[in-house]
């Protein structure tokens, strides 16, 4: 059932950056996507906050209600959010004698990779998502074994990171408006500061455990989730002003490799950080010791993507996110 689900999302979601990067117009592009990742955002601080005050006192009957009542509403919503998304539509017909060919996928994906901004960006994708990701599924699982947090609580930590997430893109949104002057608008400068911060989070958080139970984790959580969100959002809106350069007619397979180099870098990096936990737990025989040990690699990682981030960048666009932007500017 995971696997399904990691296959619907990560369709859907490449299928709803092409439609905004087609649809929307150039001015606002960027404005839309970065919406989008909002709502997104705050659906997940809002469910995981909500579910994990739910949980407690833990039960597994408690959880399966609890489950069960969150995916009845995720349903709900998704059929209300997509029904009627793209109204109608209207296609030219083809005049006598004029056919349309489609490229062959090997083709476009050629194309695609010898363009050199399209591939080092995905490279940059594929590094700083496998370096987020691999903190997902282990965070909670330290709270609890190194803190002595309860299910209820570890879960609503998870809420706080993605609140801290969520005021990281507002953030950067105001930074990249049109009011934002000089390098506080620059995307580039807020992809690599979001990602040596989110560095720093995870090797404060990597010696947390070593401080004793005083640490204020759930302060260092937001703190990474902040960054993350910095990072992120700020990348999104380079994306979404990336995606027509390049060969014609190919915002589909470029938009799908970076999607690509997302999915599979969150699929590994969960799959990594829990089997690393695991290694390096039975090889220390000290569970605060691996999970030390997976922070500390996963804020190298995003020491690696600020660097590949530096590279990417053909020309700063300070004003692709603009939440702010004047409309009379499309």
Not at 71 to 82: F, G, H, K, Q
Not at 179 to 201: I, M, P
Not at 255 to 267: E, K
Request: proline share 4%.
């Amino acid at each position: 059932a995971d696997q399904g689900e990691g296959d619907d999302v990560g369709a859907a979601g490449t299928s709803l950056l092409v439609f905004l990067a087609v649809q929307v117009s150039a001015a606002r592009r960027a404005a839309a996507a970065t919406i989008v990742w909002l709502m997104m955002i705050a659906g997940l601080a809002v469910t995981a906050g909500i579910a994990g005050q739910l949980l407690d006192p833990y039960s597994p009957a408690r959880l399966v209600a609890v489950t069960a009542g969150v995916c009845c509403v995720a349903i709900l919503l998704t059929v209300i959010a997509v029904w009627g998304v793209e109204g109608p539509r209207t296609q030219a017909a083809p005049s006598p004698g004029e056919t349309i060919e489609s490229p062959r996928f090997r083709e476009a994906m050629r194309e695609v990779w010898s363009e050199p901004e399209s591939h080092k960006f995905a490279v940059f994708v594929f590094v700083s998502m496998l370096a987020y990701s691999a903190q997902d599924l282990i965070l909670e699982p330290f709270a609890g074994t190194v803190f002595g947090m309860t299910p209820g609580e570890s879960t609503t930590l998870s809420g706080v990171q993605h609140g801290g997430v969520f005021l990281g893109m507002i953030l950067v949104a105001l930074a990249c408006s049109a009011f934002a002057k000089g390098r506080f608008g620059s995307l580039k400068a807020w992809v690599v500061g979001g990602c040596l911060a989110s560095a720093c989070a995870l090797f404060l958080i990597a010696v947390s455990g070593s401080l004793g139970p005083d640490f204020p984790l759930p302060a260092a959580v937001f703190a990474l989730g902040v960054a993350n969100g910095a990072f992120a959002v700020a990348a999104i809106g380079s994306m979404m002003g990336m995606v027509r350069r390049g060969h014609a007619k190919r915002e589909g397979t470029r938009m799908g490799l970076w999607g690509a180099a997302q999915a599979i870098a969150f699929g590994l990096g969960g799959f990594a950080g829990t089997a690393a936990v695991d290694s390096l737990r039975w090889i220390s025989g000290s569970p605060e010791t691996a999970y030390a040990a997976v922070f500390a690699i996963e804020g190298c990682l995003f020491i690696l993507s600020a660097y590949l981030a530096a590279r990417v960048s053909r020309r700063a666009e300070s004003r692709a996110l603009g939440l702010a932007a004047d409309p009379s500017a499309s």
